[in-house]
DNA sequence: CTCACTTCCTTCGATTTCGAAGATAAGCCG
DNA sequence: CGGCTTATCTTCGAAATCGAAGGAAGTGAG
């Protein structure tokens, strides 16, 4: 099962261009690898005849002969990735391209501790893999996302803030020693933005927002996720324009965060005597047209569009989708986007486009499968 | 003269490592380009052949036989660069390691208009090559910075606040008809990023803030520099926090540069009754002790650092480099690091450095050598 | 329908690149 | 000084890659 897959040299690169979906014929493959059609014909050939790529039907046509469609071969291994939260953890197992095979989601406690929690995890990809994955089809790596930061350096988690007992915990070298595979381990909110790359083809420079119980963001810098040393990406403890003054838990006042998050909206309509208990009811209050929510909501998307407004003038990015649980409430964009397009600069804001993430509930998988694809290729 | 490079293939990659200064001999260019020691060696020969390298020499041993050391050859071409600023132009001539030959400084009214500004730019250059280049060393490339945005698909100036005449010209192209060779065209922050970078190797994701008559930033990002839209780096229209309300130009009130930019603190020094009619002015009063200037540029580093604050966090840099010719002012780096670091998060300051800028004044005419060279070698 | 044209893919000899082995030139150390 | 080690660079047969030519399979115009 832990076969590796022959592809050090340029077999790889046509193997990514199409697990990616970049490339479907030999003749695309010859576009974009440099390549000499001659010399991509025979390598397809060997990937053929290793089992990892497939024939299938015909493409359409571009004015000439059609070309002979390739795909990933469903026998060519599949890849295990986690999301794991504050109190569930949300895994699957995905085809090399990337697509779900199967997800489901587990209540987790992450305050158990490193060890419990990722061999729960590992334990849970046994189980998927006993049943939906036929024998002789290999695992090709294993991928898990955290909530809280991560070194790129070493792949352990650094001062996370929620989640006592990891900091400096190796996570990939424990799940190496389960699994002799590639490995990833990545912040949530990273995956989110690599897994929502996938849904804006040609977009070089994305913003992912995820406006759920905190505020979570990762950036797609020149089409590949811009780490920094790990922490990149916060935008929650940035300080807002404020009349009174809050105190958030990282100990600095008028964090973004203490007014925007979902947690924030939470206490705020609970003091307000309005019962709430997940970032979802307040959507649900929204919807129902209950005035203090819809307010709040918002108050909370001005800030947001207020934050942005600063990132978008240095970033110009291409699009900023937003995302997260919270992000189903209309208002919220709506305030987003007014808040950006008055402050930001025309140019900064000529092509810019603010809009609902489209990946949905498993772009953090996705993500992971993306980024795991591509280690899982190169090496 | 217009003899193009014959580096389509690999041999263009060797040339880069050597040019950038990454490899210095045959052993390291092996290492670096991935290609067998033997193939390298076979593509050196030719690029000595073709004059376009030169051997120089021994480096020293790392504990084996000293590598015979690789240089450009000083016949290989040059490279032509300018700086346009809203007064002068700086312009010079580089060889193809970006290193300058030849620099010097016109008074220039960019609100000529393109076509004279441009032409006295050309005319500059060829005056200077036939002084200082030998007939038959090709020039290979001509670059040039200007002080506003640069849509990097047309490479056309886009709504340039002080650039009347400018907006939408086609600059690459103009400078191309009577070139017929590699063109570049960028703002001017963008080029001293990409120059300062090459002071800080190693370094892949650097903020270079120039705080001059105006603030501006250039982004290096995953070691390449980041355009965004064209648009990218501009931080002197964000908002900061302010008991008063002063108008910016650009009709927002409270913008960074109505209160931090060279521009803001001369006039208020001019209000205080303190003469000053450069930024450098500034610089040379602190250095007397005046508490008027001191006390500015005080407060220009903290509303800088604040903005920063914002940045670093997500973006998560290894370096910000602080350049321009406020910096000179010791007060102003003091307290843009004073600000980062109290409102910061602990794992975005971790191995942040704040620092002064290292590449002094052609840091934009190295940054066009950098990327003209890339360029210039690419094709 | 025919014919010109485009695109996709393969065949095959020429060229480039590789990599193992060896030659060359140092440093280290007794 | 003279082996021993390390590193740089070259030689040469094997392997991979290229590119021109051509066959295959489509489109579209007359």
Redesign the interface.
Known sequence: MNQRLPVQGPQGDLLRLVATGRAESRAELARLSGLAASSVSLRVEELIDAGLLAEEGAGTSRGGRRPRRLRLSPGAGVLAVADLGAHHVRLGLLDLSGDPLVIEEHPCDITEGPRRTLDRIADAFDALLTEHVPAGVPLRGVGTGVPG?VDPATLRV??PSRMPGWNDFPVAEHLATRYDLPVLVENDANLMAAGEARWWPGTE?LMVVKAGTGIG?G?I??G?L??????????S???V?SDSSVMCA?G?PDCLEAYASGAALMTALTEAGIAVTRPADIVTLVNDAVPEATSLVRGAGRRMG??L???V??????VVAVGGSLSAAEPLLTSIRAAVWE?C????T??LEIAPARAGRDAALQGAGALLLEAALTM
Chains 1, 2 share one sequence.
């Open positions: 930061p650094v001062t420079n963001c950036v810098a020149g590949r811009h780490r920094g040393r790990g922490a990149a990406g916060d935008i403890h940035v300080r324009r990282c600095h207020e934050v407004t600063v990132l003038n240095f970033f110009n990015p291409d402050r600069l025309p140019l900064a000529r092509d």
